[in-house]
């Protein structure tokens, strides 16, 4: 997990996590919508799994 995906994670957490798939996206989006802060946890999640 690079420092540019945490930021990004914390200021736009549907742009950090473009590259893991759409399901991704669009729960981190609708995380997002309900409320900043469960959106930029799912993202950090998110990341900080393995591949």
């Known amino acids: 997990m690079s420092l540019l995906r945490v930021l990004l994670a914390i200021l736009f957490p549907p742009l950090s996590v473009i ?25 950090l999640i998110i990341l900080n799994k393995n591949n």
């Open 19 to 43: 590259d893991r798939g759409c399901g991704s996206i669009l729960i981190v989006f609708l995380l997002t919508l309900a409320g900043w802060i469960p959106g930029v946890i799912a993202a």
